[in-house]
T-cell receptor
Framework: GAVVSQHPSRVICKSGTSVKIECRSL??????MFWYRQFPKKSLMLMAT?????????EQGVEKDKFLINHASLTLSTLTVTSAHPEDSSFYIC?????????????FGPGTRLTVT | KNQVEQSPQSLIILEGKNCTLQ??????????LRWYKQDTGRGPVSLTI?????NTKSNGRYTATLDADTKQSSLHITASQLSDSASYIC????????????FGAGTRLFVKA
């Protein structure tokens, strides 16, 4: 099946700094990528939908100036958490839609564990 | 309101036993229902995908059923293994112009030796 990678898998940063998370589709071109956040023992919460070459669409309640999303190429989307705060500590997961498949099929990355100290 | 509810929240079974996880949804207009397995600290992995016309789909020891009339789905795991310990997430998509996807909270399964 299709593979989606994320980097880094774990990151620790200090409050006030910014951290960038990368999401790559390894064997297909993803016109659409999604960013999710997951708290312990909770399900995934969609943060934003990223379309290649255009601005991301953010879900209600997600601060677009704090969570900067860039989808500069068909295989790469990045999520930058700016001015990180301890409450931003979470598990961030991206997914990518393979345009060769049904529009609702998506492949998830392995996730990035962010800890803000 | 579009919702996906899963039960039980958590489940402990002995290795080799079978189990069934439930998913009820109120998503409309229904497009498809997917079951994912998520190991701790990992991303979800797709197990099955079912559209409106499908009422059962198997993937190895995993068998999903769908009753579109009652808006219920189940995931049956046969002859459980220790590696089946994970969260199982039911995801339902509604076709509304594009696709709106609603995630269930998941069922945490623990398989013990």
């Amino acid at each position: 099946g299709a593979v989606v990678s994320q980097h880094p898998s774990r990151v620790i940063c200090k409050s006030g700094t910014s951290v960038k998370i990368e999401c790559r589709s390894l064997d297909f071109q993803a016109t659409t990528m999604f960013w999710y956040r997951q708290f312990p023992k909770k399900s995934l919460m969609l943060m934003a939908t990223s379309n290649e070459g255009s601005k991301a669409t953010y879900e209600q309640g997600v601060e677009k100036d704090k969570f900067l999303i860039n989808h500069a190429s068909l295989t790469l989307s990045t999520l930058t958490v700016t001015s990180a705060h301890p409450e931003d500590s979470s598990f961030y997961i991206c997914s990518a839609r393979d345009p060769r498949l049904e529009p609702y099929e998506q492949y998830f990355g392995p996730g990035t564990r962010l800890t803000v100290t | 309101k579009n919702q996906v509810e899963q039960s039980p929240q958590s489940l402990i079974i002995l290795e080799g036993k079978n189990c069934t996880l439930q998913c009820n949804y109120t998503v409309s207009p229904f497009s498809n229902l997917r079951w994912y397995k998520q190991d701790t600290g990992r991303g979800p992995v797709s197990l099955t995908i079912m559209t409106f016309s499908e009422n059962t789909k198997s993937n190895g020891r995993y068998t999903a059923t769908l009753d579109a009339d009652t808006k219920q789905s189940s995931l049956h795991i046969t002859a459980s293994q220790l590696s089946d310990s994970a969260s199982y997430i039911c995801v339902v998509s509604a076709k509304t112009g594009g696709f709106k996807t609603i995630f269930g909270a998941g069922t945490r399964l623990f398989v013990k030796a």
